[in-house]
């Protein structure tokens, strides 16, 4: 199964759940570790685990990091089984598309923080070759899908996304933005997507007050925690 990389209809919900580990971890751990072997990544789950932030300065950590294959740690999971709920007012933008999608199985581990204000920040390392990852640096959000509604239940929330030119972030690197108003409630994500040798990063903030600069200065400590830890 391929996954899209924090999909756009789920970045308020992805980027706020957090991880705990188990059986289910463990075996998810194996199975990463064997992949990255077979497929000479480079990389284990073990290994991206050790290199995620540990506690970014003015957020505390929520949870225990999870690792794994990506498509077994819990906030993908979540993810994905509240976009099979939620109604969108434009399918096509929440379908994959050429660049967007991530193997379930390949390497990855993944946690999340929180502020004083609720603000949360979360980072997922995935172990990825270079030609993959670019793709999905390069992906861009189509022009028709820059404003879209959803629905979960009764309730319908508004969503404007604004997209900046790729950056130089790692390797290369793209910074997402999404508004979302339910209600009397706005709230904004910011994510930015990097890759690195040998792996792909994304660092996403969320909360009412939650800005690009900010979400660009975790990823780049997330690079420099990589570039420490990662061989």
């Known amino acids: 199964m391929a996954h899209r990389i924090l999909p756009l209809v789920l970045l308020s919900t992805a980027v706020a759940a957090t991880a705990c580990g188990g059986d289910a971890e463990r075996a ?5 570790t ?10 284990t789950s073990d290994q991206l685990a050790q290199a995620l932030l540990q506690e970014p300065p003015g957020y505390r950590r929520a949870g225990e990091p999870d690792s794994g294959e990506y498509g077994s740690l819990k906030a993908i999971q979540n993810a994905a089984r509240l976009q099979r709920g939620t109604t ?5 933008c929440g379908s994959g598309r050429p660049g967007g999608d991530v193997a379930g199985d390949v390497p990855a581990a993944l946690v999340s923080f929180v502020n004083g204000t609720g603000q949360t920040a979360t980072e997922t390392l ?10 999905q640096v390069n992906a861009r ?12 239940g009764t309730k319908w929330a508004e969503h404007q ?17 999404v508004t979302t108003i339910s209600g009397s409630a706005r709230t ?4 930015v997507v990097f890759k690195g040798r040998h792996y792909l990063a994304t660092v996403t903030v969320f909360g009412p007050n939650a800005t690009r600069a900010d979400a660009e200065r975790l990823a780049r400590d997330a690079l420099t925690q990589a570039h420490r830890v990662l061989p």
């Not at 998810?28 to 990463?32: C, P």
């Not at 064997?34 to 990389?43: C, D, H, K, N, Q």
């Not at 070759?129 to 670019?134: G, R, Y």
């Not at 996304?161 to 933005?177: Q, Y």
């Open 161 to 177: 996304v604004s997209e900046a030119p790729k950056g130089d972030i790692g390797e290369g690197s793209r910074t997402v933005g």
């Open 28 to 32: 998810g751990q194996v199975r990463g």
């Open 126 to 135: 995935m172990g990825m070759s270079a030609a993959d990852a670019e793709k």
């Open 188 to 191: 904004r994500t910011w994510y």
């Open 141 to 152: 959000v189509p022009t028709g899908c820059l404003k879209f509604r959803t629905k979960v």
């Open 88 to 92: 969108l007012d434009k399918p096509r």
């Open 34 to 43: 064997a992949r990255a072997e077979v497929a000479g990544i480079g990389y």
